[in-house]
């Protein structure tokens, strides 16, 4: 049910995983007779599994794994995997740069152009 939050703002109520309870129900399925595919355009996904396109979530390697599983491993368009030649040296300058560290050198970052 949506309600206005402001003029002509309409907002919608959404709830996080914390809020929300799964009862079992009265009707029992056949595991066999379930089909748990996702077709996404030409892409068919046996498990129904999407990794979130976040630098801290989904790295190229990851997102293989989840393609040989099954699933999908989405790639931040704009992230850290896809500017970089060497993305790994680049999460590691970060992981272990100190609170006062501005920025890297550019000396010891080869961006993609």
Known sequence: ???FIGRDR???RAYGFDE???VPGDVTVNP???DTTLKIGDVKLDIPFLASAMDGVVDTEFAIAMGKLGG??????DGINTRY???REIVMQIAGASPTTRRASSRTCTARR
């Open 72 to 77: 999908l491993g989405v790639l931040n368009l």
């Open 20 to 22: 929300i309870a799964l």
């Open 10 to 12: 309409e907002a919608r």
């Open 1 to 3: 049910m949506a309600f």
């Open 32 to 34: 066999d007779e379930v």
């Open 85 to 87: 030649d060497k993305p």
